[in-house]
Each structure stands twice: as structure tokens, then as C-alpha cells.
């Protein structure tokens, strides 16, 4: 069976991550935390502590206040 | 050109148009309605835009935003309804918008009486808000002039990106008088697209533009302040108004007074001549900037014994005269409120007594 | 549903000085998504207030104006009638809408001006430091209400949607929240459709969106969630008030 493909690049933004923790809330998955080192900004960001299980389904995304998430398209790895 | 017999309150909202303002935002007040009920039906003749608001304060800024827009947009009112716009206008002149403001005073303080006076000198040409800034100030005697002040006052605003405020009272807004309205005044708007937000379409641009106030900086804000305030030095340099009324004879009293008063003080100094008295009389036609030097110079004329400020007003004007005269002459004041317009015989009594 | 998200371009580059978890930064996002999909960016005005969103436009990347407080309804007003082709709005608070500007809100809705209001109602003034809002819920706790917003002194909490939507002239006045993602689907769609309307120059909309104040409110933003689900949604029904059609 073909594995499936993960075509999309995550990223959380350190520099705009003001650590409010709405995203690890609403994640389906499970799949954030928050870190325990502080950011340079002085907060402690989110970040992927489970990445192997995201869905991409932008959740998270979409409640970030801070636009500090982004998913784009990895074009490496897009299969025709 | 033919001349018309107008009201002035009329004339005023006529001028606004012949002068290429087609934008008028009001709330009605004693004794100026007039120019809104005139304007609602002739701003819908030449396809402009009319709307009366809910009071002067979203009026003002009605006009503001209009004009952060790139339009060009006045309003009228009267005394405690620019009060009641202050804040506004403060905004508009910390965002440097062009407007023009009626002003058709009223007696004060407070609701005070619908009948005419000049008890907004102060603050009107004092800033008429919050903040370092400054109105353009005029102040008509007639209608005819004040519909030549207002043709002017939109080019102005603009040359100045400030608002303009022409002063009148409650006899100018009331009175009918023949009026024409001269073609040569009529200009066209500046070009606005380095600083409205008239969209980013609209100039061809991907740059936006933003209309604010604010400056949390404190360095920044000193700046802003110093381009104000170079606007208003450059007013003063340039835009100074006056007439001068049997300023040479030798005359023994200087009387300084503007508006309707002046019309009054004229007749007064006719009377005075006939009985062998020389009056002479500098009438500001900008309040701000105010005649400083030329009311100097008239005050220091070697027969000038002392200078009269008259006005309706319990003394607002003469503050100006004062500082313009330097401690050269005694300045004294004849003023009344209330609305009863003073008399040539009551102007005359008091002159007879500085004599 | 696509997968990919990324900011949208109306949106600045600019980290917000929002708190943490503060949902404005929520809604100027929905706004400036409308706003691309809309394609409109090149003939909007925003209307800044006062209160956190002061500084709104440094965020957003179209022509912005900046209105003093309670007043961004009269200035749309001034824009949309000398150019009812650029799509206006204005972004307020509760003080900025629902108390210094209650008559500048009531009277353009009232004359139907062709523009959109974005309501934020997070129950508090945010940015003098926590004061009662016309909006704080009965008891609630402010730096002006220090024993709780006692009704029987100051009344209760002003109910904004309804309120407008009992106007006679036809509009489109919905109430949504930002708090979970399932209520910021449905507030984006709402904002859009607002949108929507103004392009066809049909209405005056108002979107009032149940939104937190962490900080002020003295709550995790998690908590912050919590409390305004369990205390504000019940008292401010979400749903479409008024809509043109409907007249």
C-alpha cells in the first residue's frame, strides 16, 4: 500500500507566537503544546509536539489571532 | 454679471457652489437653517450631496471623513453648534483636511439668544479646539463679501490642508442685499491623491493612504506640530486682510471693529465728520491672521489719541488690538450683547468720550 | 476546505500590539480575507477607532482613516456620500459604538447608509484599562463596577443587534462570535455576506461579534473562551437579525 504523501509545509512564527494556547485547544489531534523555552519575544510559543499527526486541516490556523501559522505547499513533494 | 437680491444665509449656501463645492453636511440652528433648507433642494438641481445629520458633532464628522476622502465639503452653523464641533475640527486639522465652516453667531454662552453678536472671536481665533492648531479666520461685512469669502475659502483650506472658518453673525445670515456671484472665484479642487483616501484604484497605486491624528511618539508628534505650525506662520505671512475706512485724515480716534459692527461704525464716523470729528477705522477681514502691523501703524498716526475696540461681544477683539498696539495708545471698548445691534449715536456717545 | 492558509495580502506584515489570545486579531483577519476574495482592496476605507483597535490600520493595507471615538459611523457616512463606489467600514469596540457613538451608529443605520459596521463585543473597555462597558454582563466585575455591574444601579447590558435591527429601514444585522472555530467559519461568511451587500449597494450591515478581553477580563485566553461562552452567548443570542430581504 502507498504510503501517503504529506504535500504541505507547517510553520508556526516564533516572532508572531504570543503563546495564548487557543490553538493547542482547538487542534483535533492533539498535536500542540507549549514550548517550555520562551521565544525571543518572551513568550512561550506553540509548537508541534506531535507533527506526524496533522491533518493540516488548518484548524489551528484559522484561530490564531497572530497569523502565526502557516501551511503552504511543499513542492517537492507534489505528486501528479 | 447680474446681481441678485439674496438672503444672506442663501447667498452663502449659493457661493458654496458657484465656488465648486458640491458637498454639504448640516444640522439646523438659529439663525442659519436657512442655508440648509436652501441647499436641500438646490444641491439636489446640481446633482450634489445633502444630508442633514443627526447633530453638529456627527456632522463635523461627516465633513471630516468626506474630506479625508478627497472632497471638497462644508457646513454651516452657528455659536453653541461649533461648539459642539470643536472636537472635530481639531481632528481635521491634526489630520490636515481642507474644510470650510460657516459660523453665523449667535449670543452666548450657553443656548444665549438667537439675535446676532461676535462672542466667538476667542474661539475662533484662537484655535477653536483642542491642540496646537489654527482656524484661517474671516469675517464678512456684507453679503456680498461673505459670498466672495466663502468662493475663497475652499481654495484656501486647500492651499493649507486646514480648515477655514468664515465668521459671520445673525444679521449677515438674514439680511437680503444684492449679491453676484463672480465666475473668476470659482476654482478647481487641488489634487489630492498624495494624502486622501480616495482608493488605491482611484490614483492607480498600491500605496494606501492613511487619514489620522495620532502620534504616539513623542518625537513624532513634536514634528507634526512644527509642520502646523509652519502652515500658520505662512498664514500670517500671507494671507492678512483688512479695509480701511477715512484712514487718511487726521483723525483722533483709531476705531478697530469688523463684520456688521463695522457697517455701524462706519455710519458713525460719517456722522462724526460732519460735526468736524475725524474717526478713522481698520476693519480686520481676517481675524486670523489678524492685521497686526496695520493696526499698529494706524494706532501710532500722530493725531491718535486712542484706539476703540467695538464690538458685540463683552471684549474678545480688543485682546488682539492690545497686543497689536504694544502698550503704543490706550485701547478701550464699547461692546453690547444680547443682540440689540449698537447704534451710530450710541458707537458716536462713546468715541466723544476717548476724545 | 483547502489546506493551504497563509495571510492574507490586505493583511500587514505588522506583529500586533493585540494581547495574547486578544480575538481582534481574529477578526482583522477575517476582514482583510473578505477583502481579498472580494477583490476590493483598491477602493476600501477603513474607519479606525478608539479603544485597542486604535492602531487597527496599521494592519491592514488599504486606505484607512482614523475617527475619533464613537464617531467612525459619521465619517463612513461623509465617505459613502461623496463616493458611494469605495466600500466603507468601520471597526468598533463597545465604548467606541455602544456609548459615546450610540447616536452616530443609530442614525447612519437609521438612514440606511450603504456601509458596514464590525462590532466587537468583548463586555469591557479594553484599552483605558478595564472599565464597565454599556455591554459588561449583570455582576460582572470591572475596574468601574468593583462589586460587579449592579443592574438595579446602571441597568442592563444593551443588547446591540437587536436593538439596531428594530429599526424600520432595511438592513443586514447579524450577531456571531469568534471564540471556537466552528463560530469564526460562520462569522467570516457573515462578514463576507455584509460585504456582499455593500457592493450591490443594497443596505447598512452591522456584524456584532462575541469576542473575549482576556486581560481585562483577568482570564487565560483558554478561560477568557470559557467565560464568554457560558456567560455572554446565552444574553447575546448569535444569529441573523435582520436581513434586506426580510423588509
Known amino acids: ?80 | 454679471m447680474a446681481k441678485v437680491l439674496m438672503k444672506g444665509n442663501e447667498a452663502i449656501g449659493e457661493a458654496a457652489i458657484r465656488a465648486g463645492c458640491l458637498n454639504y453636511f448640516a444640522y439646523p440652528i438659529t439663525p442659519q437653517s436657512e442655508v440648509a433648507e436652501y441647499l436641500a433642494r438646490r444641491m439636489k438641481e446640481v446633482d450634489g450631496v445633502f444630508l442633514q445629520g443627526e447633530s453638529e458633532v456627527a456632522v463635523s464628522y461627516m465633513i471630516f471623513g468626506a474630506s479625508a476622502a478627497g472632497a471638497r465639503v462644508f457646513t454651516t452653523s452657528s455659536s453653541p453648534g461649533i461648539s459642539l464641533m470643536s472636537e472635530g475640527i481639531s481632528y481635521i486639522a491634526g489630520a490636515q483636511c481642507p474644510a470650510v465652516f460657516v459660523n453665523i453667531m449667535r449670543g452666548g454662552p450657553g443656548l444665549g439668544g438667537i439675535l446676532p453678536s461676535q462672542a466667538d472671536y476667542l474661539q475662533a481665533t484662537k484655535g477653536g479646539g483642542h491642540g496646537d492648531f489654527r482656524l484661517l479666520v474671516m469675517a464678512p461685512a456684507s453679503v456680498q463679501e461673505a459670498v466672495t469669502m466663502v468662493m475663497q475659502a475652499f481654495p484656501l483650506a486647500e492651499k493649507y490642508r486646514n480648515p477655514v472658518m468664515i465668521l459671520g453673525d445673525g444679521l449677515i445670515g438674514q439680511m437680503m442685499e444684492p449679491v453676484e456671484f463672480s465666475d473668476d472665484l470659482k476654482t478647481d479642487a487641488s489634487d489630492k491623491d498624495s494624502w486622501a483616501t480616495n482608493g488605491m484604484d482611484h490614483r492607480g497605486s498600491s500605496q494606501r493612504n492613511l487619514v489620522k491624528s495620532l502620534f504616539l511618539d513623542p518625537e513624532a508628534l513634536n514634528q507634526h506640530n512644527l509642520t502646523l505650525k509652519a502652515k500658520y506662520d505662512q498664514m500670517k505671512q500671507e494671507e492678512v486682510r483688512f479695509d480701511t475706512y477715512n484712514i487718511d485724515t487726521d483723525y483722533q480716534v483709531l476705531i478697530v471693529s469688523y463684520g456688521t459692527m463695522s457697517r455701524v461704525c462706519r455710519t458713525a464716523i460719517d456722522n462724526m465728520k460732519k460735526e468736524g470729528v475725524e474717526v478713522g477705522m481698520v476693519r480686520p477681514q481676517t481675524l486670523f491672521p489678524f492685521p497686526e502691523e496695520q493696526v499698529l501703524a494706524a494706532a501710532e498716526k500722530k493725531s491718535c489719541k486712542a484706539v476703540a475696540s467695538i464690538e458685540m461681544s463683552m471684549g474678545q477683539m480688543i485682546e488682539d488690538i492690545q497686543r497689536s498696539v504694544q502698550g503704543k495708545r490706550p485701547v478701550h471698548w464699547y461692546g453690547k450683547c444680547g443682540g440689540d445691534v449698537p447704534t451710530p449715536e450710541e458707537v458716536t456717545e462713546f468715541v466723544h468720550t476717548l476724545l | 476546505m483547502g489546506k493551504t492558509f497563509t495571510k492574507p495580502k490586505s493583511l500587514s506584515d505588522q506583529i500586533t500590539h493585540y494581547c495574547p489570545g486578544c480575538t481582534h486579531g481574529v477578526i482583522h483577519r477575517l476582514v482583510a480575507e473578505v477583502i481579498d476574495e472580494l477583490d476590493i482592496s483598491g477602493r476600501t476605507v477603513g474607519i479606525a477607532p478608539v479603544g485597542c483597535a486604535v492602531l487597527a490600520y496599521n494592519y491592514f493595507t488599504f486606505d484607512f482613516q482614523e475617527a475619533a471615538h464613537g464617531r467612525a459611523p459619521a465619517m463612513a457616512t461623509g465617505i459613502k456620500r461623496v463616493r458611494p463606489d469605495l466600500m466603507v467600514f468601520t471597526y468598533q469596540g463597545d465604548g467606541d459604538l455602544a456609548s459615546i457613538g450610540m447616536g452616530e451608529i443609530i442614525h447612519a443605520a437609521n438612514r440606511g447608509e450603504k456601509f458596514t459596521t464590525i462590532f466587537v463585543n468583548n463586555a469591557i473597555y479594553g484599552m483605558t484599562g478595564g472599565q464597565m462597558a454599556p455591554t459588561s454582563m449583570p455582576n460582572q466585575r470591572t475596574t468601574t463596577s468593583p462589586f460587579g455591574r449592579d443592574v438595579d444601579d446602571v441597568g442592563m447590558p444593551i443588547k446591540v443587534a437587536e436593538l439596531i435591527a428594530a429599526l424600520q429601514t432595511p438592513a443586514y444585522i447579524v450577531r456571531q462570535a469568534v471564540l471556537k472555530p466552528k463560530h469564526i467559519v460562520k462569522a467570516k461568511k457573515v462578514i463576507k455576506r455584509a460585504f456582499q451587500y455593500q457592493m450591490e449597494a443594497r443596505c447598512f450591515s452591522l456584524v456584532e461579534l462575541i469576542s473575549t478581553c482576556p486581560t481585562n477580563w483577568g482570564l487565560t485566553p483558554v478561560d477568557a473562551v470559557k467565560w464568554a461562552e457560558d456567560n455572554m452567548l446565552p444574553y447575546y443570542p448569535l444569529g441573523e437579525y435582520k436581513t434586506p430581504e426580510a423588509a
Open chain 1, 1 to 80: 500500500m502507498k504510503e501517503l504523501e504529506m504535500p504541505y509545509q507547517y510553520s508556526i512564527d516564533e516572532e508572531r507566537c504570543k503563546g495564548c494556547a487557543l490553538c493547542v485547544t482547538v487542534c483535533p489531534k492533539d498535536v500542540l503544546e507549549i514550548a517550555t523555552d520562551v521565544s525571543p519575544k518572551g513568550y512561550f510559543p506553540a509548537y508541534q509536539a506531535r507533527p506526524e499527526d496533522c491533518i493540516f486541516c488548518a484548524t489551528c490556523c484559522r484561530m490564531c489571532p497572530d497569523v502565526a501559522i502557516t501551511i503552504t505547499e511543499s513542492v517537492e513533494n507534489i505528486t501528479d
